[in-house]
């Protein structure tokens, strides 16, 4: 994300841009940008950083229930898969709007 702030802040042409909404419609639109483009877009690195930011706590509640299946603490797995369900209910209804 810094990356992105950097060169936001280091082009001004995109000053005046209205902030472009990440819905797939975006994403698959800079996808289809050439890579340098791409390498060059200040919300490219920003929705990166933020997606990622996103994806650590759902990795992180992975890896604890495969921790507690190693340890064979069922319980605490099953408490990690109601988590993980409810996370991807609530992602499914943001993604439908």
Request: net charge negative.
């Amino acid at each position: 994300m810094l990356i992105g702030f950097i060169l936001y802040a280091l082009q001004p042409q995109h000053h005046g841009d209205a902030y472009p909404v990440a819905d797939w419609n975006w994403v698959a639109s800079q996808l289809q940008l050439p890579a340098a483009e791409l390498l060059a877009s200040p919300f490219a690195y920003l929705y990166a950083g933020i997606f990622v930011l996103m994806l650590t706590p759902i990795v992180r509640i992975i890896i604890t229930g495969w921790t507690f299946s190693r340890e064979r603490d069922w319980r605490y797995v099953g408490i990690s898969l109601i988590v993980l369900i409810v996370i991807g209910i609530s992602i499914a209804f943001s993604v439908a709007h």
